[in-house]
Each structure stands twice: as structure tokens, then as C-alpha cells.
């Protein structure tokens, strides 16, 4: 014990990873990995069209390929689960398509083979009759067209802030959201000016550099389904409902994940890959391509109205948004989405009266659910751009216009919970610090032009959730710490280290973590939305302090005096006359949540505010319209950093990934529904070349009171003030602006030409 303890605190360390060196050397453990006797492999035969009636599935020729051993149809499935219909929100998706397609791309029969080269050719001999169905695919016209996606919704009633659900009977729209607050027709009528915009952003996908992939393993009479999932819990519990088992029937298990961004939340390929497992009686392996994951889970597009009531000062007195979120052909995550987002979409600004409608729109178009941001880059998009075209209209500064308007600590947000720890005003002051903004730019000559913009957003993290942690303590006083939260590149393995040794009075190196198993690990609702340092990190703390007193109550028992962990030994053997014995400390963590009432209203809606901000200078050619980032500026409020290294590119990568979002990616459909650039060849993410020279980054110093040890999370606060930040600063190089994302050369080069009155062809 005496090279593991440390009287130094852990908490604040610049820290490598614990996985760092397993990951260089290629040795780290993914699910990719796992190879188990007898293992079948699955391919998936997917429709071509956007909503369909199923008329027949030939399977013949495909079943009497060499080294087929199945050809599986949504009947098969229903003979094994009678009701194979599951979803966190809505229990709306099929594990296979039952009688209709609602998107391109949608399961509609699995084949199953030894080599996983013969079931994808075997799975190109299937055979479906179609009856093409009219579909609908953008949102506004989703919400009130008599085209359905879905004849009735069935809500899953599964987590307490969605158990309201019910949609409107009859039409698309699954939730809508509606936040009153003050008057905003009084606002309206009294303002100086009133201003009314609409902004869009477009579906784009994850990319976790790891596909999708699960493997179901029959053993007796339960599964074990090892699994890149960022929500092991949920997973278990799902399956046991769809097949009607005990929850200690089915076995999770997940290790490191190759990226989620959302992708992997909640229940993906695992109903399927469990209903081919037994069907088969054989292990299975499903693991989707690149291509394959574009259908899978997207990122919600949305239409964004803000009309915006100011006075002669510059305030703005009243504001309503009207956001539409696409949601495709199932819901998945998206009506918390749509919820949570939807509640801040009046912006970090104290506005005395807001109203807010926010809708989840079915439409024919892939899935979308949970993205980094959990639908917050979307809002900050439309409110964040406004604010801009706000300023430039009155003739105020941006950040002067911000700083007028800004939210205190104090004061309540419109949804009635009062603004705590959130460093705004910190925020906002540190980009224009590190922007120099009171200095005059280089504004370039010719036909380059130079301009910059900052952004700024803010996120409520989602409650109400649940984790618990448990930490073991073997006879030499090490620790074993088991959580369910998934590393999937976040560091929070490491992080969960730091907060258990600074509390036990250990090195974090010498903590071990385990990686989830449902039969090992304790409850964690899911690793998402920048919750696991906040709501484990608090789980972890009181597992330690557990411990901690488990040890000092043995130690008044045995009538010893108790100085610590390092006593932990000791006190073992002198209870069980030798190294033997083990203690388990167990911490839980939920925080108060109060449910919105009818004018989407709680005075506890969230246990903290993440906050973000972004300051970007840009150079445009105002031939072409290409522009070329020079400078980016991220700036968040993580309160206190847990591991100040994982902080710095926990920033940096959410901004880089944003930066795609801006001017490069988009999900490009055509009329039909079917997805023209599925594909690295066509979709393009972020290259080295894309990031700027001049990239910095900074945590403010700020403290989360509730927190532990001041902490709360960041994984997503890097991302929320880029785009709006790139479109100012390009229409402060040249003078046009761009209402939707993604921001190309050829959206600038149209603009640039109807400033000059002219027109160009499509």
C-alpha cells in the first residue's frame, strides 16, 4: 500500500488516459474484437424506398445459397417476440419492417452465414414486392400533412420526463413542447422594432470512427449480448421487456467504444441481432458498415422561426421561437431532444416574455436521436444568429448587445428555475479576451476580406437520471471501481478514477475500472449528454466516502483508531485472522428534478447550466465565395476540470466536430428519400486542413457549487457557439448572410450575387 497512497489531491492532475497506452499499441478492447465458436454473421437486406407497402419477400435463392443458414423475415421474428416493437420514447420501431417500409434503408430481412462474404452476396438474391406509398419528408410539411408515417403512436412510458408522451392523434407530431412565459403579444405591440427570422440546419451523421456492431450469444435460458452501446442499462432492460424475461436473463457487456457522439445510445442493433441469435440457436454477429450507419441514426434537421421584440435601448423584450425538429421515420431519443433543446431555445438571455413551441415531427427519412449537443447546436444556430442580425441593425457591437441582454446568476431563466453557477458573463468575457475584440482586424484587400463573429450557448443537463458505483476494497487496501458508464473516447474512466482516489487518498492509477457488464455494474441510466461527471462522478464520491466509514465502523469495532485507507489492511486481517475479507462501498446519485407543469414551467428543471462560447475570424474570396478559417476561440464553464488535459481536448475535438457540421457536412437526399452520398467518397468530415492555425481553447475559472468537487461536464459545451460564430464573421468580412447550414462556398457565392442584384442559374 505505501507506493498507492498519496496524501496529494487527484482531482485537477494533468493526466494521461489509464487506456492511453493500450490504444497506441493496439491492444485495447473493443467488441469488434470478440470471436466466439460456432458464430453465424449477419447481413441486412434494407428497402429502397422511402415508405412502401410490403407485398412479398421471395427468400429462395438466397436461402439455397452455399453457406446460408437463414433467410429471416419479420414473421419469423414475431413467432419468437410477439410484439417486436422497441424505442426509449415511442415503442415504434420494428426490429424487422412488419408490412411497410417507412424509410429508405429500413430492415426488411436479415441472412444469416458462416463467412460474412457469402450471407452480404446471399443477401442480394432476397426478393421484396413493393406497393409504393406518397411519403413526406420536411418537417414543417410533416406537421400538418394527412400523409402518416405512423397510423397510431405508442409511447414507452419508460423514464419519468417522457411519460407524458402522447403525440397528436392523427398526425406527425409526436411531442410538442410549449413554454409561456410573460406576454409576449403586450411585447410585440409596445416594441421599438421587431424582428422575424428563420433558420434551418440539415441531417448529418455521427461517424464514431467505430461501426455499429453487436454480438448475441444464446447460453441456457438467458443471452449475452456484447455490444457497442453507450446505455448497457437500458439495453438489458429493453430486451428483457421485448422477450418478456427477467432482467437477470440477459447480460450486457461493452468495452471501449470507438466514438458515440449519440449513435450508440440507447438501443440500436441489439433487439435484432437477440431475435436472430434465437431464431438460430447460434451465436451472431452484426456489424454495420459505414454506409449502413447513414439509415441507422442521424442528427435532427430543423426549421427554426424567432420573431424577437427590442426597445430603443437594445433590449430584447419578448421573443417567440417556433422550432421544428425531423425527427424520420421513428423517435428514438428525439422527443427529449426536442424537449431539453426546445426549452432553451430563447438563448442565455433574460427576456421577460417567451414563448416557445417546439415539435418532434415524424417524416420518412432516417431516424434521428441524441447528437453531441443533444439538439443545443441547433437552437444556438438560429438564436445566436439573430442576435447578430439584432446588433447590426441597431448598430451595437455584437458582444455589447450580448452583454446587455445576458442572463445573471440569480435571475430566473423563463422556464422559472433560477440561473446557479453558470459562468456566462465569464464566458462571453473570455472569448472577446482571447479575440482581442476591442482591437481593430486586419480587414484584407482586394477581393479577400477578413471579419470575425463569436457565438455563445448554454445546455441543461438532463434530469432526471440515475447512477450508482460500487468500489471494492481487497485485503492490500486497492480498489476496484465498477460503474456502467462507457468510455468512448470522453476519458471518463480516467475522470472516475481521479474523483474515487481524491476521495480514498490514492493515486487514480492504482484504481482499476471496469468496463460495464450487467451482471458486474450497477445502474447507470446512459452515458450521454455530458451527464456522467456530474451524476457518476457524484455516485463515485459517495461509494468512497461509504467505504470510508464501512472502514472506520470496523475499526471502532475492533477497537482500533482509523487514519484512512491505508489502514484498510490492517483491519482486515485483524477481522479475519489473515489477508481475507472484502468491503463493497455503494453510492447513488439522482437529483431533484420537478416535471414541467402545462406552461412548460418547473422551478427545478435542471440540476446545472453548461455554458459554451466561440470567437472566429475568417478570410473570404469574394469570387468564389470559398473561405478559410484563421482563428477559432472556444471557451466553455466546466466548473472545476477533473483532468485539465482530457478538458483541453474535450474542447477542441467538440469544436472540430462542429466545424463539420458548419461548412461541410449534409446528408443529401433526393426527391424519393434515398441518401445520394452515403459514403467517405462523398460525405465529408474534417481534415487536419480544416482546422486553423491559430486554435485555442480555455476552461474559465468557475466552480459548480452542486457538483463534485465543483464539477460538471463539457463533452458537448465546445460545439454550441461555432456556426453562428462563422456566419457573423462572414458577413462581417462581406456583408451576406447565410440562413442555413451547412455554410459552402457555393451558398456565399449566391449570396455575394443577389447583393449585386444578380442571379445565378441552379
Known sequence: MSDIRTPDPQVGRRMDRLESVAKVTGTADYTHNVELPRMLHAKVVRSPH???????????????MPGVTHVITAQDVIRRIPDPHYGPAFH??????????????EPVAVVLAGDPHAAEAAAGLVVVDYEVLPAVFDEVEAATSTVLVHDALKPAGTFPDLKHLAGRKGTNVALDYRLRHGDVAKAFAEAAQVFDHTFKTQQVMHVPMEPMVTVAEPQGEGIVIHTASQS?????????????????????????????????????LEALTVALALIARRPVRLALTMEEQFYTITKHATTFRIRSAVDAEGRITGRHCEVYWNGGAYADIGPRVTQKSGFTAGGPYDIANLDIDSYQVYTHLPPAGAFRGFGITQVVWGYECQADLIARALGMDPLAFRRLNLLENGRPHATGTVMKDAALRQVLDAVARRMQWEQPIDRGTGTVRRGRGIGLGFKALVAPTTSVATITLGGDGSCVLLISTVDMGQGSD?????????????????????HPDTDVTPYDMATLGSRSTFHMGHAVRLAAQDLLDQLAALAQQLGLPFQGIADAGLLLRKKYGMPAGTLVGTGTFMPPYQSPDAQGRSPDITPNWMIGGTGVEVEVDTETGHFRLLRIENVVDCGTPLNPKVVESQISGAAIMQLGMTHLEKMEFDAEGRLRNASFS???IPGIHD???AFGCEAVDAQQASGPYGA????????????????????????????SLPITPESVMRALAAQRGETLAD
Open 712 to 739: 460538471k461536464g463539457l463533452g458537448e459545451s465546445g460545439c454550441f457557439g461555432v456556426a453562428s460564430a462563422v456566419a457573423e464573421a462572414i458577413h462581417d468580412a462581406v456583408g451576406v448572410r447565410i440562413f
Open 494 to 514: 480516467t475522470a472516475m478514477a481521479l474523483v474515487a482516489a481524491d476521495a480514498l487518498g490514492l493515486k487514480a492509477e492504482q484504481i482499476r475500472v471496469v
Open 682 to 684: 462523398e460525405y465529408k
Open 691 to 693: 482546422i486553423p492555425e
Open 92 to 105: 415504434d420501431q420494428p426490429i424487422l419492417a412488419i408490412e411497410k417500409v417507412r424509410h429508405v434503408g
Open 232 to 268: 448497457p442499462s437500458f439495453v438489458r432492460i429493453e430486451i428483457a421487456r421485448l422477450l418478456g424475461w427477467r432482467e437477470n436473463q440477459v447480460q450486457v457487456k461493452t468495452r471501449l467504444l470507438g466514438g458515440g457522439f449519440g449513435a450508440k445510445l440507447y438501443i440500436k
Open 50 to 64: 422511402a415508405h412502401a407497402r410490403i407485398l412479398g419477400i421471395d427468400t429462395r435463392a438466397a436461402q439455397d
